[in-house]
T-cell receptor
Framework: DAGVIQSPRHEVTEMGQEVTLRCKPI?????LFWYRQTMMRGLELLIY????????DSGMPEDRFSAKMPNASFSTLKIQPSEPRDSAVYFC????????????FGPGTRLTVT | GEDVEQSLFLSVREGDSSVINCTYT??????LYWYKQEPGAGLQLLTY?????DMKQDQRLTVLLNKKDKHLSLRIADTQTGDSAIYFC??????????FGQGTELSVKP
């Protein structure tokens, strides 16, 4: 398996623009997680899905953020409108269920909002 | 709520042992994990320990778990420059969530 795939790897956009980040989880994994990593706040869980259904979105910072998982092999995280404080690295991770396998992380999308 | 604490930096000489420490508040985690993050990359699972174990050894890695003190440590024997990275400990939160520490940046000097 190719692992968790994220696109784009880098995104630079202007404040106010819509940004869409994409993730393809590992086939057969029932759980998908979106994280944000910054120097100031470390690694934050934004939302996670189980069998395509959002389970916990308590980490989503505000209404400008939304996430969808239309099928088992694809998820998006959208920011509209984007702001400079959204600049961070966004990771997608998938898991077959917590146990000795933990979560498998993608390479991340580095987002810069100017 | 659940919390996981780590020291932020550790510097060692090549060939020495490194010990990275972690404390946690939630004792209900079934598994505890150590992840490694190299520059520009995602987190990679290094090893894990089941909560009813005290120690686990995996080649150069040794994980120690003190459940009474809620303390977890990762020892890397014969540390190499390629081990330079950020190391995160993580425990299970509610449901399938993982709670990560802030990460310890390990610097290995030749």
């Amino acid at each position: 398996d190719a692992g968790v795939i994220q696109s784009p790897r880098h995104e630079v956009t202007e404040m106010g623009q819509e940004v869409t980040l994409r993730c393809k989880p590992i086939s057969g994994h029932d759980y998908l997680f979106w994280y944000r990593q910054t120097m100031m706040r470390g690694l934050e869980l934004l939302i996670y899905f189980n069998n395509n259904v959002p389970i916990d979105d308590s980490g989503m910072p505000e209404d400008r953020f939304s996430a969808k998982m239309p099928n088992a092999s694809f998820s998006t995280l959208k920011i509209q409108p984007s702001e400079p404080r959204d600049s961070a690295v966004y990771f997608c991770a998938s898991s077959p269920g917590l146990g000795r396998f933990g979560q498998y992380f993608g390479p991340g999308t580095r987002l810069t909002v100017t | 709520g659940e919390d996981v604490e780590q020291s932020l930096f550790l510097s060692v000489r090549e060939g020495d042992s490194s010990v990275i420490n972690c404390t946690y508040t939630d004792s209900s985690s079934t598994y505890l994990y150590w992840y490694k993050q190299e520059p520009g990359a995602g987190l990679q699972l290094l090893t894990y320990i089941f909560s009813n174990m005290d120690m686990k050894q995996d080649q150069r890695l040794t994980v120690l778990l003190n459940k009474k003190d809620k303390h977890l440590s990762l020892r890397i024997a014969d540390t190499q420059t390629g081990d330079s990275a950020i190391y995160f400990c993580a425990g299970g939160g509610r449901g399938e969530k993982l709670i990560f520490g802030q990460g310890t940046e390990l610097s290995v000097k030749p």
